[in-house]
């Protein structure tokens, strides 16, 4: 049985303030929890009721929904901290976001990067926090396997010359006939503003999603053109 200041932390936790201050943050679901299980992230601890098959404080189903940020839990929550580790960046494809706001558009970005191999996302300091309970949910588990860093964006990639710059646009040449090369990075922005002009004066290419001439949309989900444009250089 937990209790009520057991309760009120993990509660406190839904909260950046309270994240930082403690350096924890929640997960939630039996795929996920398993996956930071099989990682070498740090579990501080891990409710779950009794259907839960391994190792945890037992709560009832009453229990992990006081504790739960899902509408309908999943047996088990874990309390992961939050590791101090600053990366190299490598790899021929590296992802770079700016002022990515929505929870869930950075939690899909960080499953799509794990899904095409790429190991590094560099976030604008403006980005969405990573451990947000939606951001760390989108990621289905992807968030464990896949290094995540803010940095000021414009220095970094100021200093990453190996690499060419590759800015998701509305205006740009169609993704589908740009010319490889051979270490890039894609700088996406929101939907909202799109990328920064000072940082979109770096970039080497600019390519646009093409539309069907049928199509009445305005934009696309940034997420979703993520996917798109990372299924085509990725390859």
């Known amino acids: 049985m937990l209790s009520r200041n057991q309760i009120k932390f993990i509660n406190s936790l839904k909260q950046k303030k309270f994240r930082l201050q403690h350096q924890l943050f929640v997960v939630e679901g039996e795929k996920i929890v398993n996956d930071f299980l099989n990682s070498d992230w740090k ?12 190792d945890a404080v037992e709560v009832s189903i009453k229990e992990l929904e006081r504790i739960s940020s899902l509408k309908t839990p999943n047996k088990v ?9 600053k990366s190299v960046i490598s790899g021929n494809l590296v992802l770079a976001l700016d002022a990515i706001k929505d929870p869930g558009n950075l939690g899909t970005i960080i ?19 990573l451990y947000n309970p939606k951001v760390v949910q989108a990621t289905m588990g ?4 896949i290094q995540v860093q803010y940095l000021n964006l414009k220095a970094t990639l100021e200093n990453m010359t190996d690499y060419k710059i590759c800015a998701a ?5 169609s993704v589908f006939s740009v010319e490889k090369l051979e270490k890039r990075i894609v700088l996406l922005g929101s939907e909202s503003h799109g990328i920064s002009s000072e940082l979109l004066e770096m970039a080497h290419q600019k390519v646009t999603i093409p539309k069907s001439e049928n199509s009445q949309a305005e ?6 053109a993520c996917g798109i444009i990372l299924a085509q250089l990725s390859n």
Request: some cysteine; glycine content about 6%; overall charge positive.
């Open 43 to 54: 579990i501080e601890q891990i409710y779950a009721t009794k259907e839960w098959e391994g």
């Open 219 to 224: 934009s696309l989900n940034v997420a979703n």
């Open 77 to 85: 929550l874990a309390i992961i901290k939050i590791p101090k580790r």
């Open 169 to 173: 646009v509305m205006d740009g040449k």
């Open 111 to 129: 499953r799509l990067a794990d899904w095409f191999g790429i190991q590094h996302i560099i976030c604008s300091q403006n980005c969405v926090e």
């Open 142 to 145: 992807s968030i464990c396997r």
